[in-house]
């Protein structure tokens, strides 16, 4: 029972740096915003932008690349959702492969 304890005790640990790490890497790409990304589409912080996607989408356990079905989706989830597994490098732009070409 101990064991599984210090299990979960590490488990929440190792979420929470990787969030944290996530928001880092994502706040370091916000302030490049109007400046051109490695997809060579132009980045901005647009709040009428971030209102309207925020009404299409919300957090709901989706963590994978896979499971989003556009860039805009995808992105939405690695900036507001919590343990997403969709930026391998780390780079503020997610699902490279799949969506944010």
């Known amino acids: 029972m101990l064991l599984v304890i210090f299990a979960v005790i590490g488990w929440q640990g190792y979420v929470k740096y990787q969030n944290s790490r996530i928001n880092r890497l994502a706040d370091q790409s ?9 997809s060579g589409v132009s980045r901005s912080n647009d709040a009428t932008t971030d ?3 925020s009404s299409q989408f919300k957090c709901d356990g989706r963590t994978h690349c896979a499971q989003m079905t556009s860039c805009a989706e995808a992105t939405y989830f690695l900036k507001n ?5 969709m930026d391998g490098n780390y780079d503020g732009i997610p699902c490279e492969k799949q969506w944010c070409r």
């Open 51 to 53: 209102a309207t996607t």
């Open 81 to 85: 959702c919590p343990g997403t597994k």
């Open 30 to 38: 916000t302030t490049d915003s109007g400046t051109q990304g490695r």
